[in-house]
């Protein structure tokens, strides 16, 4: 996801320095060119050759370095950069830039950067409640830099409370979201995904095989894009992405309260969940004993939540999608037309690499006005991406 962009990583004096290590290690493996720069009080806590291995580029410590300045110049790392990122940040640095001032290398390029500057705080629980580091990080804000908030937890300093460097993963999200381009800004996105779960009896229920990875993947690129994510999920085993507001449910039934809650504030529905048809008639009280030679369970069926929404969609976007393991264009057409859709995404989850519970998946896009657009075998980052290409034009061409 970051293959290409050139980030020059700010490590300022704290103790959370070591986690800028594995950091580095985590931008490197997404493709990115990592330029390392170090202030003196870095250096204490983490020596400079081990982000010099790890970047395979020289680390930047002294503004005046008299090779490092004809081979590439304070100036020159500034322009190249296409993020500047600065994790941990102290409350030193972030008052340094507040007040424009340059006094070392790190501050000087960070002044005369272009680039997008996300900047990842850490320290002390007070210092960070300290109302002068609280207008300086506002008037950053307020200038255009971007913060990654602290976590909360055990500091290092003995305090608990709000102050942590977040998890390193956290920060590698959000600097792939400073690089994204925004263009689902301003647009507020509904998802669903996952599989209900019908209960039988307190113990057991019907399900089926859904993940929840595509409609999981779906809302981490919306949200990448600078769209309002709500995400209604059934129970999956994966974490939510970040900056996504969650909304877990069971049932098909509570999926369906949900959706309609929350469909009144979406401009773009996308429902990639797998819900139950049916659902048991009875849910037993107790556990049901295996006395009887056959037991059968009767069924009735859950609302269409994609047709009801459909029905009433207003100026929306809908998306469907179709899991079909016969006649998949004309399943995939039957469902776009009968649910008033504006695109349905379908695959024949028969198929080795698609559907359900796997990383890839093969889709053909299918639109209202009778194109249909195959796509090879991918990722489902990669679909997702594909998917939300096309609902940006769709949402356009409703203004
Ligand atoms: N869907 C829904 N509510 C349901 C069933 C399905 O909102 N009760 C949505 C799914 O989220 C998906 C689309 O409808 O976006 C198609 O789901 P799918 O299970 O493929 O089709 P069904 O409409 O259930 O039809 P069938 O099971 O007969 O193939």
């Not at 994510?229 to 309260?257: F, H, N």
């Amino acid at each position: 996801m970051l293959k290409g962009k050139v980030i020059v990583l700010g490590v300022t004096g704290g103790i959370a320095v070591y986690k800028a290590v594995e950091l580095l290690r985590l931008l490197t493996k997404a493709g990115a060119q990592v330029h390392v720069v170090m202030t003196r009080a870095a250096i204490e806590f983490v020596a400079p050759l081990t982000f010099q291995t790890l970047s395979g580029n020289p680390v930047h410590l002294e503004l005046f370095n008299l090779i490092s300045e004809q081979e590439i110049g304070h100036i020159s790392l500034a322009e190249r950069a296409d993020l500047f990122l600065i994790a941990p940040a102290t409350a030193n640095f972030v008052g340094k830039v507040a007040a424009g001032l340059a006094d070392d290398l790190l501050t000087t390029t960070v002044m005369a950067t272009k680039a997008p500057v996300l900047i990842a705080p850490a320290m002390n629980v007070n210092m960070y409640h300290n109302p002068i580091y609280q207008e300086n990080e506002e008037r950053l804000k307020r200038h255009g830099y971007l913060f990654v908030p602290p976590a909360c937890g055990m500091l290092a300093c003995g305090y608990e409370g709000e102050g942590k460097l977040p998890d390193p993963t956290v920060i590698l999200e959000e600097a792939i979201a400073a690089l994204t381009p925004k263009r689902l800004s301003g647009r507020r996105v509904l998802v669903t995904a996952g599989p209900t779960l019908e209960e039988i009896d307190p113990v057991r229920y019907i399900s089926n095989h859904s993940s929840g990875k595509m409609g999981y993947a779906i809302a981490r690129q919306a949200r990448l894009r600078g769209a309002e994510v709500t995400l209604v999920t059934g129970p999956t085993a994966l974490s939510v992405p970040c900056g996504v507001k969650v909304i877990r449910v069971e049932s098909a039934l509570q999926m369906r309260d949900a959706v309609v809650k929350a469909v009144e504030e979406t401009d773009i529905v996308i429902k990639a969940a797998a819900v139950a048809d049916y659902r048991p008639k009875l849910r037993a009280g107790m556990k049901v004993k295996k006395n009887a030679a056959e037991l059968a369970i009767e069924l009735e069926k859950n609302p269409d939540i994609l047709s009801e929404i459909g029905a009433r969609k207003g100026n929306r976007v809908l998306v469907g999608f179709a899991a079909e393991t016969q006649d998949l264009l004309g399943n995939a057409k039957s469902k776009l037309e009968k649910k008033n859709l504006d695109m349905v995404v379908a695959n024949d989850v028969s198929q080795v690499g698609a559907g359900f519970n796997v990383d890839t998946n093969i889709v053909k896009m299918l639109f209202a006005d009778g194109r249909v657009e195959e796509l090879p075998i991918m990722g489902k980052d990669e679909v997702a991406g594909i998917i939300l290409d096309r609902v940006e034009e769709l949402a356009k061409g409703k203004g």
